[in-house]
């Protein structure tokens, strides 16, 4: 069953990425020109999109449990990291020069176009190269000892 759940997520998610517009590039970067031909639709859609999430997660946190799993599974971190700040960035600069980001991509991917067949080919090397080399980097970097504040020479030191 949750299998199925996800699905009819997905699916809902698809279906209204695409009666919205936001699998269109154009309307998204039409967004990002302030100073041009400025398009308000992708606020408007964003607004909706907190609105329906809000109601959902006022909805279950209501409900003592969940309807297909055996715990709620809550976020439990709310910290910002250099992670967080580095792929965000990443991910705006993306955004803001493809047009295009994750969900409307896979949506997209469907009408086999190369240039959203390279962007998902490239994001799923993003995704491969960070579970493998990604995390370990900023483990090391978090762990590795502070330079900024060394300890003042001693008498022995010269």
Do not use: E, H, Y
């Amino acid at each position: 069953m949750p299998v199925l759940a996800s699905f009819l997520c997905g699916l809902i998610f698809g279906a209204g990425l695409l009666i919205s517009g936001m699998t269109d590039p154009q309307k998204v970067l039409g967004f990002l020109d302030l100073f041009g031909a400025w398009d308000a639709t992708l606020a408007f859609v964003m607004a909706g999109a907190v609105a329906v999430a809000a109601s959902g997660f006022a909805i279950a946190r209501r409900r003592t449990t969940p309807a297909f799993s055996a715990r709620f599974l809550w976020p439990d971190r709310n910290d910002i990291d250099a992670p967080l700040v580095g792929g965000a960035i990443l991910f705006g600069i993306g955004w803001g020069l493809a047009g295009i980001c994750p969900g409307p991509a896979l949506v997209n991917l469907a009408g086999l176009s190369l240039p959203i067949v390279v962007f998902v080919v490239a994001m799923l090397a993003g995704m491969i190269g960070q579970n493998l080399f990604g995390k370990n980097l900023w483990r090391r970097r978090t762990m590795a000892p502070r330079l900024d504040n060394p300890p003042l020479p001693s008498r022995a030191d010269g």
